[in-house]
């Protein structure tokens, strides 16, 4: 912990770093609100933070502790200390701020210049709606050195008014807009630091920082309809691109950042709405310059060259995808390539929005983290990756920006300066239902003792909201969110008190299984889900359907449990028959999509969940990869022969749709984590092989092991395949037989092919 350094800042009061304007823009929710743009701005001072010093004796060990209101870089003897890209990260700063630590025992010479170059980061970002600095005017930086000497004694520097301040060639940093780097100016002093105070609480960092990750070398260079080069790196991404510019000390270069091409083949910018995703950088010197930026990623497929000394040759540029490092855990493969691209699609789309926080999306002047989002892909992402300690750090900012009465804004980290979010039904119920997918993936409890007050009063919440106890009725929600099943996708079709209240029992429902885990008197919390469930069929229901008649009323009814078990079939029918109805397209948005087919093949249509995974025509998973996808989009006919029609929410990175991963691996493949184990102490495997997948196998590091699965049609017969750690337990149920558990490691089974 740091007992002496101070905050310390630029020494002028106020300087002009990373302001936002007070424009009226207009969010993708449709709301009007003030201040949604930072300005495009190429005059701010940024720090670079000085110290010589020396040590006095032969050391024996040297512990550098570090943060930042903003971001920063260390350097020591001009050699990069700092790896995290994004350190000290992106958190509820009013609450927390995380600290960094270093070992320099090996690094120190008897004279040493420690510097920090710094920037705002989202801390002095103007992030939606909040008409100024998300959390701080200034950007300020914190540390102390702990020199412990050979002799035992120990010295302590500390962050404080005795170190210098020079400009950073860092000449703008901005979240949204990118950078302005000039390599080519010498550093001018500015004075000494300032000290000062930020209204934070450090904090240990809570989980792994952001690293460079996969680096992709250039699929085409190309020429847009004015003769300029378009870069094509053939992946959506989020990242950035480093080049190696050949020029005059003091040439500019200016790249422009975009997911997709226009229908005249021109870089198309309009989906990013205010975000410039903008790299500029000045020479440093003559000959060979490698650049890349300090403190920004932005979203992209395609760079565009706007201005480029020398030869642009394939090999000066390559895109390198930035995420917070996790453990890869899950591979997928089928016989059907179509699946396999849209697999490859949902990977991106989690390597593009797990960087600090799991955001909604990599490129607009958004990319905040949505709690439906990353509701919705929390099982997804835990296939793919091992994301325990990447949201349970992220769960900390979503508690700490709920309020006293238990209200839940829809984003966290919440800028309580910004637009006051909705607590809305799907998005809310983020802090009861990814706590608990946490707890049955990895199998720790304690994620349930630290969320379950939060828990609680997110219940009580909804119980306190509108007319009734019971139902949650006459709340301000977003629904099926962008489901093109009416005249508006933003206006779905579902009635939301309807998704309210099938939330409000979900969540009423996941606090008692918690509560009984933790050996708590839920019973209150019991008789509150029985009265729910009742009030909702009445209220609901009518002869056994959803009044409410789309695939998200009936998906909800089905996965949620509010049926009785005889209910089910009829509800079943209904829903694949209206799946039919509509020509097998996908029909439904935030709340429906990820419930879809879970509903139809746990109640004996899996060949109509089939049937919608690899539907082609628009709106469909597979629609998407026809229009070029490369990684899943925010709306379904987000691009399609008409064109782009919607800018408002025209992401082409979003991870919602990619939910369907949890029925590829989970349904289709067949693996699931248990209740009766979790961590997959117990898993259950019931495949559900399929003719037109042919085959599909599944690895999967559990935290007990490596799981491997797969089936394999051939003729009329299917050979079904199991490998696990011995010990663990596994239930296994294959088509149309009994269930069997399993300990001994390996099983193998071969059986005839049955069609639904
Ligand atoms: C985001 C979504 C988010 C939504 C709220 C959008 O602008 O991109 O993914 O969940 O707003 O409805």
Redesign the pocket.
Known sequence: MIRVGKWITLPQEKAEVGGVSFQTGT???GEVVAGVMEPDREEDILPLFRKRFFLKKPLKKAALELSACGLYRLFVNGKRISYGLFDPGFTDYGSRTQIQVYDLTEILKKENLLELEAAGGWALAGLLGSGQHFFHDEICVIGELTLTYSDGSEEIIGTDSSFTVFRSQVRMSSVYNGEIIDESAEPEFLGFARETKVPTTLVPQGKAPVLEQERLPVKALLKDSSGRILVDFGQNLAGYAEIRVSGKKSDRVCLRHGEVLDGKGDLYIKNLRTAKQKMTYILGRDGENILKPHFTVQGFRYLLLEDFPGEASPERFTAVAVYTDMKRTGFFSCGNEKINRLFSCILWNQRSNFLEVPT??PQRD?RLG?L??AQAFCRSAAFNYDVESFYRNWLIDVRSGQHADGFVP?IAPYNPKGYPFRASAA?GDAVTMIPWELYLQYGDISCLEEAFDSMRRWVEYQRSSGPEEYLWLDGSH?GD?LALDGPDPRKPKTDKDFIASAYYYHSADLLVRAGKLLGKDVSEYENLAVNIRRAFRERFLSGGLPKTDTYAASALLLTFGLLEKEENARVAAHLAGLVEENGNCLMAG?VGAPLLLHALSENGYAAKAYDLLLEEKVPSWLGMLRYGATTLW?RLDTYTDEGIKDIR?A?FN?C?FGAVLDWMTGCAGGLQASEKGPGYRVFTWRPLPEERLGKLSLTFESRQGTIRASWQIQGDRVSYRLLFPKGVRAEITLPGKETLEDCSGTFSAELPYIKE
Do not use: K, P
């Open positions: 969010l993708s929710t909604d999306c958004e949505w439906g989002d829809a998005w977003y969110w935030v925010e929410n992401s979003h919602v």
